[in-house]
């Protein structure tokens, strides 16, 4: 799969919205990637195995994609060194935001959290402006 299809964009909300429900019935936890992998760098503790566990699923979805649906096309545009620069921004802003796409995004807006969808928008937002800049004025 080379492309992205209404049937795979589905399919993949569908996913995404049954762990994240899942995570919040069985744990009563937000589904934000950056709240779930940043718990991991704390000392170990009661929480530390089912965040390891969701880790190593988002990790492991990758393989069994390949496996059960065919190869992986990936195409970078950017060096290396601009993909780490933009990987602690996103990482600061994650931070600074109270949270990451998924958290407020997935998660915050299905609760109708004013303050995801605000959080949305600005992600949205700003992402727009920066390929734009990146596209037509670099």
């Known amino acids: 799969m080379t492309e992205i299809t209404i049937l795979s964009a589905a399919l993949g909300g569908v996913v995404i919205g049954l762990a994240a429900g899942l995570l919040l019935l069985t744990h009563k936890r937000v589904a ?58 996103v990482g600061y802003g994650s931070r600074l935001g109270g949270g990451c796409t998924s958290g407020h995004g997935v998660c915050g807006i299905a609760r109708l959290s004013v303050r995801s969808i605000v959080a949305t928008l600005m992600f949205m937002f700003t992402a727009g402006v920066t390929v734009y800049i990146q596209r037509h004025l670099l």
Request: aromatic share 8%; charged share 10%.
């Open 32 to 89: 934000g990637i950056s709240g779930i992998a940043s718990g991991l760098l704390l000392p170990w503790n009661a929480e530390s195995g089912w965040r390891l566990w969701f880790v190593l699923g988002l990790i492991g979805s990758a393989p069994l994609y390949r496996i059960t649906v065919g190869e992986i096309v990936i195409n970078l545009d950017a060096p290396l060194p601009i993909l780490a620069v933009a990987g602690v921004l």
